[in-house]
């Protein structure tokens, strides 16, 4: 079977999940962690190398403080349980944002942890716009732009997942998606299972890869 | 009913639709000319403001040359009946290559057809590494991206339509899509229907449009 290198990952439906529940919107944040580290799991023993998760944005940021506090606690509280395992960890957003936030910065820079089996990507208050903007500085009339935006320590996505039925990138790294293939699966991201993965990669073994040739 | 403003066509499979008739593949392009025609008819009526065609890419070039000669070809012949229609036309791409095609030029500028009365745009010897590298150009810190790429004429997309069932964007414009809503018809372009359109936009009125937010 033809894995994929590299799985990004957009855990998206937290809201809608929490309000299905009667619970308030925010309440879904923290039942995405969970998910998160099963999905880490099972892409560690199938031999994936690198995982990218959309954290959160700073489009999402705009949303209302309630929601904000809640989402910023969860990716801590993600990123934190990742540090523990077996894999080489490295967050990306702007830093230079108060909505950044201060207990994640020792992990902007990349760290390993274990055997650093696994490449893992978080993107916090990432933003499309500020990843390419650093193009702006390159001063090089071809340059390789892989190499210089702000997000360029994370390869190209072979295949994008998406959990709660939308079919978009919602700005998730616009240059590593050029080629990417995409997935969507209808529930929300707390109702993550393991088979969602299976199919995920049954499907993709089926695509035709020509990286637009 | 809530109508995208923009929409981008990737109209794929013109060579998978040529072999399952037991033609070569090179066969299948022209057969994609009338479809984009009727198209344009359909989106014109229904009051959609621009469209862009995806013609070809650079990536694309590096196919055999009776390829490259069938689909140059019909993307001449696509603009020239698209120039007798009454729209605002631009052919965007990369003219310092050899295999831009020469009748295509005095189309890189946008002109007024009739009453101008949808803007159309049309990628030609297009790449998402040329449309983003001048970016670097720019010389500010703090850029405007969506003035600063070479396809700055283009606006943000709102639906994405492909045909031929893949679910990825090839290097499709890649800063006006990072919003984008995708759409995926299995069919492959030559048989395209009006009924896809219908199709596509009945979805689209059922989304909840955020952007990013």
């Not at 099963?38 to 705009?62: Q, R, V």
């Not at 390419?132 to 360029?152: G, Q, R, V, W």
């Not at 293939?181 to 299976?198: A, G, M, R």
């Amino acid at each position: 079977m033809r894995l994929p290198e590299h799985l990004g990952i957009i855990p998206d439906g937290n809201r809608r999940w929490a309000q299905d529940r009667g619970m308030s919107k925010e309440q879904g944040y923290d039942k995405g962690i969970n998910p998160g580290l099963s999905l880490f799991y099972t892409c560690k023993e199938l031999g994936i190398k690198e995982l990218t998760y959309y954290g959160f944005t700073k489009d999402n940021t705009k949303r209302p403080t309630v929601q904000r506090l809640a989402f910023t606690k969860a990716c801590i509280d993600a990123v934190k349980l990742l540090s523990k395992e077996d894999a080489s960890l490295l967050v990306i957003g702007n830093t230079s944002s108060a909505v950044f936030p201060k207990e994640l910065l020792p992990y902007t820079k990349r760290q390993t942890f274990g055997n650093g089996s696994i490449k893992v990507n978080f993107l916090v208050n990432y933003s499309w716009e500020w990843d390419i903007s650093s193009i702006c500085e390159c001063n090089d009339t071809k340059p390789d732009l892989y190499k210089n935006i702000h997000s360029s320590d994370i390869s190209r996505i072979d295949l994008i997942l998406r959990w709660g039925g939308r079919r978009r990138l919602s700005g998730f790294l616009p240059i590593q998606s050029v080629y990417s293939d995409f997935y969507i699966i209808d529930e929300y991201w707390p109702d993550y299972k393991e088979s969602h993965i299976h199919d995920a990669l049954n499907w993709y073994n089926k695509q035709d890869i020509t990286l637009g040739g």
